[in-house]
């Protein structure tokens, strides 16, 4: 794969190549455009185009950036086009525009045992989190479930649910900390 | 920042809140920086969770999908051909949007059944589950472990029928139309009342308790006629009925009913009613029970095996109530202080032994 940062270059890849960069980047992706959309089967349909664009103009392209940079500016500029088109104000957002967070697009490839770390440690932070709270969290999180269908399914009432989201998201807020969130947002 | 609206917006963040709450929540965020900085840590912390999930988002089944349109498009190049592959990529985007339907449904749980002659509504309760719902003409069910509730989709109409496999506990709405439960042996049917009826097919009794009012059960209720017979059962009373245990019977067929060894209705006081009634706020209340009756129940409550290692525990009585016991684990120790058994639990799988003392009465 070429990483040439070159102007005159054309970035290329044949298939094998191609299908390493889509593996790897295809996740970290779908998280950033998720950060933008908080919508995860729209994000996920956002990084399939993102790499299917790179992959069609195969040859044809030259960016100064590496790939992974190129494709994460990518992916934020379809995200701030979705939103714009759907006309839907995403609060976080315009957090980000007002602190000029958007322009830290990640230039480099993140460091795969970092990212290890930190899941680790976020799956630790979610294994603290008391039972009952912890599969509530999990079931709204992985699962799709409303809060009405957890409620049914573990027989208890939707406020109780809702207690647990909000227990379960305060108890990671804490003991993940807000410096993990700006590494996050760095790293990806 | 009072408690509420960080439930609000939590909900917000995590996509739970409807139309109004997500205007208000909106307007909270915007208006207050208190409400913002909240918001903002805890979209964070929702992002964060996304993380830790290996395989939540799979690259592999990504990539495939991509590589079965890169294949098809391949077949033809040039300007156009890219034009409609970026058309198509829209109506993509929009196709995933009307399939990502508001509400999910686990499909074991409730499905449409559609044959050429009816349609009906089927909720299957797993074990481990209990199940609340509201039938479309207003009626409160609950639906114990690994039971199963149909009723036809015009159910409501003309008639108000509804077919039971397990146990579940009505709460009738009132109106013209008659209420009936079908089980695979009797009827139980009336209007405006409060029962519950046992119906397990893997049991080797059926009982209908009633609350409030009077429901009348058809069936066969003796051994000597072959005619289906009507008894009712008043407010608070139960109908119990027994077959004879052994291995012949443990699949009982409609047309079999020859095991019947017991037949009765009984009068109960309302703690009594709770021992029918109390699983439906998790509360279980044996009194008197036999170990043979109660591991059934917290099989089906747990969603565990249970294994008697001495056959004759069968036949051991326990008095007890455990109410919001929420693991088996937590229920089986309560038990072991006041009977001489032991358990070992592997799994799903649990072996309960007698504990030979040595001042046992065989001694």
Known sequence: MNHNHSEFKFWNADVKEFELLFKSHYVKLTFYANKFLNDIDISKEIASEALTFLWEKRGSLSFTTSVTAYLYKMVQNKCLNYLKHQRIENEYVSYMIRNKLLDEVPEHETNPYHEKELAEQIRKAIDTLPEKCKLVFEMSRFEYLKNREIAEKLNISQNTVERHITIAIEKLRISLGYTISILIAMAQ | ?363
């Open chain 2, 1 to 363: 920042m009072k408690e509420i609206d960080k439930v609000l917006i939590t909900k917000y963040v995590t996509r739970q809140a409807n139309e109004e709450e997500v205007a208000l929540a909106k307007y909270l965020i915007s208006t207050s920086e208190i409400h913002e900085e909240f918001y903002i840590q805890v979209y964070e912390s929702w992002q964060q969770s996304l993380h830790y999930k290996i395989g939540y988002i799979d690259s592999e089944k990504a990539y495939t999908e991509f590589m079965h349109k890169s294949n098809t498009r391949d077949s033809g190049k040039g300007i156009i051909k890219q034009m409609s592959w970026r058309k198509l990529s829209i109506a993509a985007v929009l196709l995933v949007l009307c399939a990502v339907s508001p509400y999910y449904f686990d499909k074991r749980q409730f499905k449409v059944n559609s044959t050429s002659e009816m349609a009906f509504s089927e909720i299957k309760v797993p074990k481990g589950f209990v199940r609340k719902l509201v039938l479309p003409d207003g009626t409160k069910v609950s639906v114990n472990a690994g039971s199963t509730l149909k009723y036809n989709i015009d159910f409501g109409k003309k008639t108000r029928t509804v077919h039971l496999s397990g146990e579940a506990y009505f709460d009738i709405a009132k109106g013209d139309v008659p209420f009936i439960v079908n089980t695979d042996n009797y009827t139980i049917r009336d209007i405006g009342t409060v029962f519950n009826v046992k119906a397990y097919s893997d049991d080797l009794s059926f009982e209908t308790m009633v609350v409030e009012g009077e429901v009348q059960i058809e069936g066969k209720l003796t051994i000597d006629s072959d005619k289906p017979q009507k008894v009712s059962v008043k407010k608070q009373q139960v109908f119990k009925l027994n077959y004879a245990s052994g291995e012949t019977v443990q699949n009982l067929s409609a047309n079999d009913f020859s095991d019947i060894i017991e037949v009765k209705v009984q009068k109960l006081t309302p703690s009594q009613v709770e021992e029918y009634a109390g699983w439906t706020e998790d509360l279980l209340v044996f009194e008197g029970k036999s170990f043979h009756e109660i591991i059934k129940i917290m099989e089906r409550r747990y969603d565990v095996d249970i294994v008697l290692e001495d056959s004759n525990l069968r036949n051991y009585e326990y008095t007890g109530s455990f109410r919001n016991i929420d693991s088996v684990e937590k229920a089986l120790k309560i038990m072991k202080e006041t009977t001489d058994i032991e358990y070992n639990k592997k799994g799903r799988e649990i072996t309960i032994r007698r504990i030979d003392n040595l001042n046992d009465e065989g001694l």
